[in-house]
């Protein structure tokens, strides 16, 4: 049984871990005894450290016994422990007491699906409800309770609008100049047939693609690399709760709104939908912070907004509007905010994501039916991104064929997520310079010109010329009158491709057209994905399903002739569903944002069968696309849920060890020593630091009090706010503003200016840590802990003892490091190795 | 400043409770000071149990100290401790540490907002993994995984089918039904008006409407009074987290089903999708449990799903299927799953709900088509609920009347929301018998023949027959060949009332008609609800609504004549919508069900817009009708969210003390004593238990060591796993199983039948206690507290010291007590009275 040996491979994983300390574990008096486990003692950097800041002799010995600690962890943490000697036990390394890291994968690990990246920070859902905290909250009454609702729908809406006119602002302009690209291509494609000159219109293609690309790929590349790409797994990313560096920055939106303006208008195979998603989010960042560092500019509203938690709702509402703005979809919207961030969702900020969804639908519309000529229409069938479905019925028994391409849609999928994963590996090695990625943009540019321009000149699929189907009907080798059926795909944005396939008339395509096309761009699609130009996913993947789905269309209508039903372009809309179903594994929120695009309710019942169907196959294989970039690059995503089978797994296995605690009243020169020595961003408090050997199988590390941040200390040290500086009190300045002002990038320790007399100073840490951070017992079963860190975002989780010492703390890697794989039937789980660096 | 009232109100309240303690919380080490505060002594009722059971003296003298806690708390709790003495400082008793709980509201005080019932039990969705628990998972491989997930989408699909069937069977039944019905009226009513005795249609009007309904009645007030009304509240309270007596029984599902097509046959102005939504929530609790208790028969399938956590997820789903199959929409379903229950909601939850309202659709238009002559049709327009709008266009500056609609669907919801509170109260004092109900609902039903019959008789609204609207024309007073357009409405369901308020041709219904049509309709609609038969408010809100804004719609022609978009149709859509949001306040799940009704989407954005202003005008008067009902009954419902500005408020301010803990080995004895003498469904497992006056301010109850649950007791008790009796264990038979068989009627006391040697044994609870239950320090502020309940579902939360001592005990109720109210644009927090019954 395939089954059966996933189970026995994870038994074997944990039972050498655990067969040490199972037994007084599991034992209900969590009795917690001594084994001879000792630490080895090295006097490395911590202690450098201290000594380069001449802190005095007492200071080193008052926590002496810690710092041991201290020098030891950070020698082990820097120090290249190899993830495959995990298993050897009786070694010192060899327990999940210490974070094994490593610095970098080697060559030829890059790309692999089974490692984490701890350059990613855990975004902080749990608020700090400490001293200075609640001495604003006691200024505050129900008056502000009301204004800081009000000021939430004020974000949302300027969010919704906001995301709209960027939306609009990149839809025009690429009509708009796409426009002069086709026209002009016409014109010299027309007179290089007459006078047998087709190599000038063929460069001038080339060239036409080449140019926006590189300008696509620089932005991409030297710019802002984290705009590249589609923006979809760094937004789920962000609501999942991690940190992606960059990512919801005014830069990085400039970056993608007009680089995708390039990519669409380099003719590639690309969509402009998922950078708009990820505009929304940026928007909504941003709006909501009320001042952009890029410009160094506070505005000083929305000041109460700058905390993870709020962000991430406003995000999430971004993300909606995003949706709601790409494809005129504002329910989709929702959903798929919903799909990507459920865990922190309640009803008011439903109705808060909705309302930016709809008011970015309602801008859209307002300015899209303006520019189309109908100023006011906000109904216009035109505005539907794919156009009007009327009238979609279907017979009972068509959900054979539905069903076969949900299939087909599933395996396509995960051939094309395959060959992307392969694809992607292979560019993490190897296309890994900025110059390097621009050269393979420009060269799938010009490629993607060569493919057409050979589809055109090779192909000799002639029909009527119906100006309705085609803006730039080009004859080439056809009769007077008749233009070529593959120069009306390739002459227009891949969007108005999807249009044509699922609208234009029976027969308006050719077998041998729609074959080759479909062959040449699910190529061209999975290679340009990826590339390091802003590009969306959707539309080139709909494109593809489209094409195969015709295919169908054409089928059907020849084994059932003369039948009403047999309609090409309603198979095409189902075979764009079911590719798109196999490639990304949505469900909900595909099929309505695919209903919401067609204005069509009727069929939504064989799309949303169709898609689920798509999504089982493609699950047997591998994962959705996005998920398989989000592993590639290490993100520290968490699962919906704890792995099964995990409920003989305990907290104190999981969780880092040794910790650092600081002292309730702690000394400056320990804090900077210890702000430097080690990268944690959250310490508990305590009341006195152990000292002396413990004799206890779990050292403690002193009775708990609190957790303080890294940020949080910055600030105190930023503005010198130490028991000697007594005034400074006084003054009344110590408030909550300090610690928000500094949000979202705190001060790292270059700009914390302190003098040798400072770090004799004394720092009272109680008015700022929180009192009551979420802790557990060393004995709780890890779905619990997973289920604290995912129903409350937390980023730090402390593992107490019996009484109530720190003994431990669980971070987010702790937990997302083991992951569920299943694969053709088979499931297990792996422990994912975590690099300094992916 | 009224907010700033708001605000004084509540520091107040809460300031006479802090005063005392808090300078003690607020210091950072909890140091916990003893304060002159004595327990008065009696030794009551659970001295006398223990007597009565003779159990020897030793017990009572080991506990002694916890005995005496025991007795006091006992006396206190049952000792009608007012309120209103709650303010009162220096006596024992005002203190939140008692819990201030009343017998019953005197009888001026019942049908009131601002009580909860401690009568209702919360579900617990946090999972006990105890050592027998594990023993089970150890036993377990991925396989069983994969099948118990294979398992839950097997579930979902059957509860997805039978919940269409019995939305099926209600459907053919009215329509058949009513066929007969008013097809004898239209004779009679023809033969009356010729031979002028019209008193005979009248009377037999009157008995057709009061024939059914007085089964209806009988189901709702004796056979199952919980069948009563729309099932939606109830669906509700469970997906919230409240055990709701008897809400997922059979015999409930078959009263509601069974009940609602009498009463809707019986002409009330009630609908039939309220009671389909708890239908599939009791198809899918019955189906996933595989047993029914009602039959007592035990299939046992699907044993692991037996415990709250499964339970919900499925009733989730059930009550999507059942809004699916309500309206025929299956997305709407979902989101209507998502805004009620979305605190415990993930991805693959989404997709398993999602499929079953997607079978659920599939299964009902497979048997509507059928049953509609167009077997296999499932695109047929004519399942759509209320009949298809094909192309919805509107002006810009349409949204001017559009917002106008909802502020004025807001006041008349609010209103209507108003009058039917009134009424409940009235109802709640004086129709509290169920014979006294029978007599309401049979007068109402009376009443409503008569409203209908005068309609018809007195205005003289005559138009065309036109067939396709009316399927019983009647004549009455008008020309030959024409028809009364009163009777046209009446003459039929209230659902084709509004399907011909939808798509009747313009100026069908004269202003008069549909100005007194609405009046009445919209008493008539807020008398009916609350009566004790199974009845949905959708519809008949939808139908006072689709009245006024054809209403609307006339003057919209009216001022502007010949306009292409001044369809009365589309203003009756718009009111109808208006009208239900300002009585329901739901948004999102409300716009997509009437998009998916109505099968369009481009007029989706109008509708969005008009159901948030409808919320948003009603908030401002009181809440949606679904809370005031759940409100008066006390059902102690969570809100999203912690109430504003409560971080200074403490868990040691809201924990219920003593608390009542036991020995993890306990005898017999005194478990079967305090089970007797409290009603606690979770006991703190400790060390052992304090002895002697404790010297601290918050006496501790022994060094936590784990929670058992009341059900687990009684288990333990029944199947006397005693340590005295060894061979209980030798033989195997103590597992998990023993546990899941009582789920979730769980024995009483007097199930289990101890003798006197029994009560001499001891339990070693260890193996069976939860180990590690959530705790929180007594510092931890409200709001912490709130979102562990709300986001992991508790039903315990133990509050421990800083010695990891049991200090006291958080449920729902201490929670919910304190309830934030908006009125007019104040706000403000209230603390609720809890009685032992509402």
Chains 1, 2 share one sequence.
């Not at 992607?424 to 490629?447: D, L, Q």
């Not at 055109?456 to 009769?479: A, V, W």
């Not at 907290?651 to 009243?665: D, F, H, I, K, Q």
């Amino acid at each position: 049984m395939d089954l059966q040996q996933g189970f026995l491979r994870f038994k074997k994983r944990f039972l050498t871990k655990k067969k040490d300390n199972e037994q007084e574990m599991v034992t209900m008096n969590h009795q917690i005894d001594l084994k001879g486990r000792t630490f080895e003692k090295r006097n490395q950097s911590a202690q450098h450290y201290v000594n380069g800041l001449n802190a005095p002799e007492d200071e080193n010995l008052e926590a002496e016994s810690h710092e041991d600690d201290l020098a030891n962890e950070n020698t082990v943490d820097g120090g290249n422990v190899g993830g495959e000697d995990s298993d050897e036990r009786g070694t010192a390394r060899a327990s999940t007491f210490y974070v094994d890291q490593q610095e970098s994968p080697a060559h030829e690990d890059r790309g692999q699906l089974n490692l984490l990246s701890a350059a990613f920070e855990s975004l902080d859902y749990d608020t700090c409800i400490n001293s200075v905290w609640l001495d604003e909250e006691r200024t505050k009454g129900y008056t502000f309770i009301v204004k800081k609702d009000a000021a939430r729908w004020l974000v949302v809406l300027i969010t919704g609008v906001l995301t709209a006119l960027v939306a609009c602002a990149i839809d025009i302009t690429i009509e708009w100049l796409s426009k002069f690209k086709y026209s002009w291509l016409k014109q010299y494609t027309d007179e290089g047939v007459e006078n047998n000159t087709l190599a000038i219109p063929f460069f001038l293609w080339g060239a036409l693609n080449v140019g926006p690309v590189l300008i696509a790929a620089f932005l991409g590349s030297y710019v802002e690399p984290v705009a590249a790409g589609s923006g979809i797994p760094q937004v789920k990313c962000y609501l999942n709760g991690v940190k992606v560096p960059r990512v919801v920055r005014i830069k990085t939106l400039a970056s993608k709104a007009f680089g995708v303006t390039m990519s669409v208008l380099g003719g590639l195979a690309v969509g402009k939908e998922g950078p708009m998603i990820h505009s929304g989010a940026v928007i909504a960042a941003g709006v909501s912070q009320g001042k952009t560092t890029s410009f160094q500019r506070d505005f000083g509203f929305f000041e109460y907004f700058r905390e993870d938690h709020e962000k991430r709702d406003f995000v999430s509402a971004g993300a909606a509007a995003g949706v709601a703005a790409a494809f005129g979809a504002p329910v989709g919207g929702v959903l798929f905010s919903l799909e990507e961030g459920a865990s922190f969702w309640n009803q008011s900020l439903t109705w808060r994501v909705f309302f930016g969804a709809m008011m970015s639908v309602f801008t859209l519309n307002l300015v899209l039916s303006a520019y189309n000529g109908v100023p006011g229409k906000l109904a216009y069938n035109g505005l539907l991104n794919f156009g009007k479905f009327d009238d979609l019925t279907y017979e009972i028994w068509e959900f054979i064929p539905f069903l076969l391409m949900g299939i087909m849609g599933g395996l396509l999928g995960a051939l094309y997520n395959h060959i992307n994963f392969k694809l992607t590996a292979f560019r993490m090695k190897y296309i890994n310079r900025p110059w390097r990625k621009i050269v393979e943009a420009v060269f799938v540019a010009f490629m993607t010109a060569v493919v057409a321009f050979l589809m055109i000149y090779l192909l000799h699929d002639c029909r009527e010329i119906d100006t309705k189907s085609s803006e730039y009907p080009i004859q080439m080798f056809c009769k007077y009158g008749e233009e070529n059926a593959a120069a009306a795909i390739w002459f227009q944005t891949p969007e108005k491709s999807v249009r044509s396939l699922f609208h234009d008339p029976t027969d308006s395509f050719s077998w041998t057209t729609l074959g080759v096309f479909f062959t040449c761009y699910f190529f061209l699609a999975c290679w340009t994905y990826g590339l390091g130009i802003p590009s969306g996913l959707f539309i080139p993947t709909l494109l593809c399903g489209a094409a195969w789905g015709r295919l169908v269309g054409k089928l059907m209508s020849l084994l059932f002739p003369d039948q009403a039903w047999a309609d090409e372009g309603k198979y095409a809309l189902v075979g764009a569903g079911a590719m798109l179903g196999g490639v990304v594994r949505m469900t909900l929120s595909l099929t309505v944002i695919l209903m919401e695009c067609v204005g069509n309710i009727t069929f939504g019942l064989p799309l949303m069968i169709v898609l689920m169907v798509a999504k089982w196959v493609g699950d047997f294989f591998n994962e959705g696309l996005y998920d398989i970039h989000i592993q590639m690059t290490g993100v520290p995503i968490m699962a919906w849920e704890a792995p099964p089978l995990s409920n003989n797994i305990y907290a104190s296995e999981v969780m880092n060890r040794p910790v650092v605690s600081l002292r309730t009243v702690e000394r400056v020169g320990r804090i900077v020593a210890v702000l430097k020595s080690y990268s944690y961003n959250g310490f508990p408090v305590v009341d006195s630091l152990p000292t002396g050997e413990d004799e206890r199988y779990f050292k403690s590390f002193g009775t708990l009090r609190g957790l303080i941040l890294r940020s949080q200390l910055t600030v105190l040290l930023k503005h010198k706010i130490f028991n000697e500086n007594a005034e400074i009190w006084q003054d009344g300045k110590v408030d909550i503003h300090l610690f928000r002002l500094s949000y979202p990038r705190y001060y790292t320790l270059d700009q914390v200016n302190l003098d040798q007399a400072d770090m004799n100073c004394t720092v009272d840490l109680r008015p700022f840590i929180n009192p009551s951070p979420y802790s557990v017992m060393a004995c709780t079963a890890l779905p619990r802990v997973f289920n604290l860190f995912r129903a409350l975002g937390l980023r730090h989780l402390i593992v107490i003892n019996d009484n109530n010492e720190v003994v431990g703390m669980v971070t987010r890697k702790d937990l997302v490091k083991y992951r569920v794989w299943k694969h053709r039937g088979q499931m297990g789980l792996e422990e994912l190795v975590i690099y300094n660096n992916v």
